[in-house]
């Protein structure tokens, strides 16, 4: 790959960004719920040119052991990126970027869990990048959350996810994976429908009235993914008038 | 990994807290007193041993000459460690760096880096082949709370202090690291809608959220986390935010601007 400089890119073409959305506009989203046989729940999801899979097993018992708490349910959370999801083959297996994304991650989710429902027990979340396309994090957040409703684990509510950036001295939503290597900031948070946050990391250079303005716009984008989220789940649960054989052994 | 905390204590700290206290006295948005002793270490480039209130942190800078990555071939190379080694506190444990250390490092990181501080296409020597590598290792000697910003103080307070070894190397004379900007995390913790600064590790223990700004000598933001199974109202923290960016300048300005 050929290091570019941020003045060689033009982000904006007559007025629209370079794949054509408006500044405020989100990438396309596509969620489908339950799409794995054997996990608990799952959703794959796409949003531009990312796509993630993520698998909810649990509540289950705690190995090892001595990480079981007595009062609450932990919670686990593996962000990994598939060798093969971005231009220069990253090596296989969990880096410094993929703790700390799975850390945030997880506290970003873990505050809607009602984890004091499964002492001694773990909710297991496994989220796989398969392609990546800037904000991987996101995408993953936001199957994660729609693979634990649809593992039937209770949560106060829903968590969504969504970026804001900055790049050419405007704020943008959802920024796309050229703007976000030569652009001028990241704001990835997530939250709650009632507006309450749960992630919120940024990098770059923002003044803080620009902040302001990236997290509402952020929080805008993510208001629009969750009535996605919601649709897919509502979508599947429609189709589910009988249930399927497996399913009614599974309920013995 | 998590401290643990009585019952009672947890009451005595909340009810404190009711009144508008905090048990060493402070103010919500007060720091500890802050020390910082540069070159204390003869054989690191740079070093700096940071004292915020009973909290120490010692960060050393090395640096090389090494292989530039493929896609900055003219660019230096920044590599932030961090060593939350036993001794430092009793749930730190030997072995592989923890989720929380790991987190710790990228964040004195993603402040230098994004700050750009240090001018990375400076620290090219043979563009494509040869570059200055810069190793800034955080050892965190003993958390009484609040090691992330000692360790983002120490960390700038060393490379203020860093002395490029270009004779060892037989690349001319050494010559003081060019550092452009002065970044500092300011983090807050929020319990029952208070918001506490730069908190004791009692205070850590009983909060569930943190958020952590770090901020530009303009005044810009330059990084953000968010930390904690809790959650946060965006008017806490944009309160954290504005407090924060006064809080970055008087440090900067006490003990970082010669």
């Known amino acids: 790959m050929i290091a570019m400089d941020e003045t060689d890119i033009s982000f904006f073409k007559d007025g629209l960004r370079l794949d054509g959305r408006k500044a405020d506009e989100l990438r396309p989203v596509k969620i489908e719920v339950g799409v794995l046989a054997r996990a608990d729940g799952s959703c794959y999801i796409e949003m531009g040119g990312n796509k993630v899979i993520a698998a909810v097993y649990g509540p289950r018992e705690v190995h090892p052991r001595h990480l079981q708490e007595v009062t609450r349910a932990i919670v686990r959370y593996r962000y990994n990126m598939a060798s093969f999801s971005v231009e220069d083959r990253k090596r296989p297996g969990p880096d410094r970027r993929s703790y700390e994304l799975s850390k945030v991650s997880r506290e970003a989710l873990e505050p809607v869990i009602l984890t004091s429902f499964f002492p001694r027990s773990v909710i297991d979340v496994f989220v796989e990048v398969l392609q990546a396309d800037a904000g991987t994090r996101t995408a993953g957040i936001n199957a994660a959350a729609v693979a634990l409703a649809d593992a039937g684990i209770p949560m106060k509510s829903m968590i969504s996810s969504c970026a804001a950036g900055k790049v050419a001295d405007t704020i943008v939503l959802d920024p796309m994976k050229e703007e976000d290597n030569f652009g001028q900031a990241d704001l990835p948070i997530a939250m709650t429908p009632g507006g309450d946050i749960t992630l919120m990391q940024m990098d770059g250079n923002l003044t803080p009235d620009e902040f302001r303005q990236a997290v509402e716009l952020a929080m805008k984008g993510a208001r629009d993914i969750h009535e996605l989220q919601r649709e897919a789940l509502v979508k599947k649960y429609n189709q589910m008038t009988e249930l399927s054989p497996a399913e009614v052994h599974a309920c013995d | ?258």
Not at chain 2, 24 to 33: A, L, P, T, V
Not at chain 2, 111 to 127: F, Q, T
Request: charged letters at 25%.
């Open chain 2, 1 to 258: 990994m998590t401290n643990v905390i009585s019952e009672i204590k947890k009451d005595f700290i909340y009810n404190l807290l009711l009144k508008g206290e905090r048990i060493d006295g402070r103010s919500f948005d007060q720091y500890r007193e802050i020390s910082i002793e540069r070159d204390v270490i003869r054989k690191a480039e740079g070093s700096a041993l940071v004292k915020l209130g009973s909290s120490q942190v010692l960060v050393g800078v090395k640096m090389q000459p090494g292989e530039p990555f493929q896609d900055t071939p003219n660019r230096g190379v920044i590599i932030t460690n961090a060593e939350l080694v036993p001794l430092a506190s009793p749930s730190f444990e030997p072995g592989p760096p923890s989720e929380v250390g790991i987190e710790l490092a990228r964040l004195v990181d993603r402040g230098v880096r994004e700050s750009k501080a240090i001018d990375l296409d400076a620290l090219c020597i043979e563009p494509g082949r040869k570059v200055w590598i810069v190793f800034i290792d955080v050892h965190i000697l003993d958390d009484c709370g609040n090691i992330l910003d000692a360790a983002s103080l120490g960390a700038i307070a060393a490379l203020l202090s860093t002395k490029v070894p270009a004779s060892r190397f037989g690349l001319g004379e050494d010559y003081i690291l060019p550092v452009r900007d002065i970044p500092i995390a300011t983090t807050a913790i929020e319990f029952n809608d208070v918001l506490m600064f730069d908190p004791g590790v009692d205070e850590e223990a009983i909060a569930n959220t943190r958020l952590t700004i770090i901020t530009t000598a303009e005044g810009n933001i330059c990084g953000t986390q968010k930390s904690g199974t809790g959650m946060l109202r965006p008017e806490q923290a944009y309160r954290i935010i504005d407090i924060a960016c006064e809080k970055a300048k008087e440090i900067r300005e006490k003990f970082l601007e010669a």
